[in-house]
């Protein structure tokens, strides 16, 4: 399958058309922002590890009954998904306080939660992403209620696995933000990256931070982090 015209630019990732309309090449970059653009970077090698671990876990997810946008990888970069209609949530699940939950409830990080949350933003750029709750996201029509019951009830699945997953790395899955698609007939399916641009990532023992918040704090060894998450999770060490 041949990438055809460009279709849509984000952040990490750039989206083609294909020869089958039903069908998408989703290539994957080595840029990094943070606090919704503000901060720019590059993180080298990071589109490569992105794109195969996205397709490890999504694989892994897809055989455990959670439907995704997974078609095929097709090289390095790039992979061959399902069209689909972005449903515009941002669905975080969190396990431990950190990030803005820490900042807006003023805990600690680590604090670690009885049963996981769930939260919605509105993905919207312009507005900053804002949190929303099940009645503004109905009252913007952006899903309906059947549909957001699924997206929680795949989302907490999500989070059960990567659970188990992650921590036979000896690594502990802190949160993470998905999002989810609509195929031409409505069927909704996991959709996006799952990465560590967009998951939470201690190691289990040092509580070493293994993730994008190595970049958006400026902890330094960013990309080491990446590569020692991706060899932890195809059991390279
Ligand atoms: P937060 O604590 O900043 O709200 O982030 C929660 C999780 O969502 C964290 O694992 C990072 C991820 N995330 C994204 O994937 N994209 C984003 O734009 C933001 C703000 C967070």
Not at 116 to 124: I, R
Not at 149 to 170: H, P, T
Request: proline fraction near 3%; aromatic fraction near 6%; charge should be negative.
């Amino acid at each position: 399958m041949e990438k055809q015209v460009l279709l849509y630019e984000g952040k990490a990732k750039k989206v083609y058309a294909t020869g089958d309309p039903h069908l998408l090449i989703v290539s994957y970059k080595d840029d990094a922002t943070a606090f919704n653009g503000l901060k720019k970077g590059t993180i080298q090698g990071k589109g490569a590890i992105n794109n195969r671990m996205s397709n490890l876990l999504m694989s892994r997810l897809e055989q455990q009954g959670v439907p995704t946008h997974l078609v095929k990888e097709l090289n390095d970069r790039e992979t061959l998904v399902k069209k689909v209609s972005i449903v515009p949530l941002e669905v975080i699940v969190r396990n431990i306080a950190a990030g803005s939950f820490s900042k807006r409830y003023g805990v600690e990080e680590g604090l670690v939660f009885d049963a996981p949350t769930l939260e919605f933003s509105y993905k919207n750029d312009d507005l900053g992403d804002p949190l929303l709750n099940d009645d503004h996201a109905l009252a913007l029509g952006l899903a309906s209620r059947e549909e957001l019951d699924l997206i929680r009830k795949y989302s907490l699945s999500v989070n059960r696995l990567l659970r188990e997953i992650w921590g036979a790395c000896g690594i502990t899955l802190v949160d993470f933000k998905v999002e989810f698609g609509r195929l031409e007939d409505g069927t909704i399916v996991l959709a996006d990256e799952i990465s560590p641009d967009t998951c939470r990532l201690w190691d289990s023992k040092t509580l070493e931070k293994l993730d994008k918040d190595r970049f958006r704090r400026d902890l330094g060894g960013v990309e080491a982090a990446y590569v020692q998450v991706m060899n932890r999770l195809t059991g390279g060490l």
